[in-house]
């Protein structure tokens, strides 16, 4: 297969590459950021201090660059943090592309389509990797279930890397690859000639491990697989069913990795093992899901691991690679690590040992009422720090902004189980809090080395949700169109096909949007984050759109005419992502809904904590700033600032690092739902950020925005 980039100004693009360096020189003129998150530590801090508390407010848009292919349809986003070496910048689009981009005027030097001759593949891209040895020079991009190696000066595939330029992530991971779904939204991390790469996997019943590998940079070949889920006579085997490691899925490092380059140590965090919210069919811990683990960076052994959530059933996976930090304890540097959660907490381990740097209480759970399911009984809380977002629920707990909302709520509320951290879900309707989406999110946290504070953004946004018996009988119709929906789509579009509001489309009116043919093609080849559905028998997926459709459903054949149980399948459906709202759709809790937090790590204690993001319509009606719904993460400097944009307001904002005080914000052409990267080219310091919206009523968008100091 012939894989092309975009015309190419070769000559300009050789002059612009003339400035790459692996390192970055001492000189004041260039500062590169060379690696999504700003360093292999994922610390997000720059030593750049032209902007800085007395000159940010006269930021004014240096350039801003168009990628051309953010879709309304498919609510595109783009998570990118973008990377800087030399003079060139590094990003990709909400369609999946990767571009190089002059860094001081945002002019396209190459584009690279990895669908331009297959079907385009639909997920987020967090970023690129870089890599060079000489004039070998290369931009790893990860699209569908592709990894790419890409000439970094013309952004054509490099043809010795894998097949063709790229490497098949299905492949080498001991099962059938055609039976898998792995692809990968977080870049990896290189350590000497290693690319260490985590997935992306689904979270329903079909599994697919989340194993980490190490790749050749220059071949491709798997150097090493660390396996997530153990094999017999693997550590951690007897977590898990017997056979967990031939069907189980999930344990997958999806958010990316952090490397200690001179311990020669790669930690991994990982997610929940699939299903999500049924454990049934995997009793035992489940290492090493939701476990932060620390690898030999050359060979893939095992370190040390901690489990942050024993035997999840909330989808708590770890949503950030851990950030490496160095603090004084005792009057003695300490090396460790600081891990956010989507429950709010930030685990603060030491690098070499895993032990916790402050007291962490193991703490009796609640127990499940669900059949077969063993859930955990203890989980582990730190004591230090305190979490940045609420861990309980009630009345006293319900929104304030106004009568009306607050009466909302508690009705709700009424009928439904106040759950605290760790409460299982059951068969009732429970607030689950933590909300699933965090707490702290992929963004991750800032670390600023010269202080030991930890910056960390955290969201505010309980679930309201349950289980469903899948044998249990399904209203009034018992069609098979409905069963199979409920069995098999509930589980995101919701039990009464109502959506969750921003990622999950409501099915409700979608006769009115597709026609049975374009239905029957997403259940075929999914879309996004829906996985494909391919496998399910004719009959099923007849019945489904028919029911979708509103239209007579097929008659199932005498036998075999209720969806039968596949193997690990869960006697229980999700009963959907659903955010607990109360009647105009503001978030059921009490304000503020989004926080920067600033946490001294030395101690544990909090140095500040103020609101983030606002609904200026709320403002309007004279309530004060409630924070908003965040994603993406924040960027400390050593001009005094932490840069953040994330909010569902559409702005990037400057907080003075030492006070929370907002010094700084300018509007974005839409959310800038991804984290800020700043270098420095000429001599010109540059904040560049992604704008491209897609969730929590924002529109799709497909720009790059860069701030800098009038010239
Ligand atoms: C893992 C979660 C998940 C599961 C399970 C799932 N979907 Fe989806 N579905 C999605 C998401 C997310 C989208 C939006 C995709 C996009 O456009 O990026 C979607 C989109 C769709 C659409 C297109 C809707 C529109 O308005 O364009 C249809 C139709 C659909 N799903 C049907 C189904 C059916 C039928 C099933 C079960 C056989 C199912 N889905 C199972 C997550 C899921």
Redesign the pocket.
Known sequence: MLLSARALPIGSLLLALGCVRPVSPPDTAHRDWAVAGGDAESRKFSPLDQINRSNVARLEVAWTYRTGDASAE??SMIQCNPIVVGTVLFCTSPGLKAFAVRADTGAELWSFDPFEHQKRE?HVNRGLVYWADGADRRIFLTAGPWMYALDAVTGRPITGFGRDGRVDLREGLGRDPAALQVSATSPGVIFRDLLIQGTRV?E?ETGSPGHIRAYDVRTGAIRWTFRTIPAPGEYGYETWAADSWKHSGGANAWAGLSLDRERGIVYAPTGSASFDFDGSDRPGANLFANSVLALNAATGERIWHYQVVHHDIWDYDLPAPPTLVSIRRNGKRVDALAQITKTGHVFVLHRETGQPVFPVEERPMPRSELEGEQSWPTQPVPLLPQPFARQSFGEADVTDISAAARASVLTQLRQARAGALYTPLGLQEMVVVPGMNGGGEWGGAAFDPATGVLYVNGNELPYLTRMWEKDAPIGSSTGLGEAT?VA??S???GRERQGDGE???S?RD?AK??SAGQ?RD??DHG?????A?AR?PEIEKRA?VAY?MGQDEPQPAATGSSPARRPGESAYRFGGYKRFLDAEGYPAIKPPWGTLNAIDLNTGEYLWRVTLGEHPELTARGIPPTGATNYGGPVVTAGGLVFIAATADAKIRAFDKATGEEVWEAPLPTAGYATPSTYMVDGRQYVVVAAGGGRVGQKSGDSYVAFALPR
């Open positions: 498919d609510r639909n689904p329903g929906f098999q789509c589980g995101c579009h990622r999950v489309p099915l979608v949007r597709l239905v997403v259940i879309r996004g984050f829906m996985p559905f399910l489904v979708l």
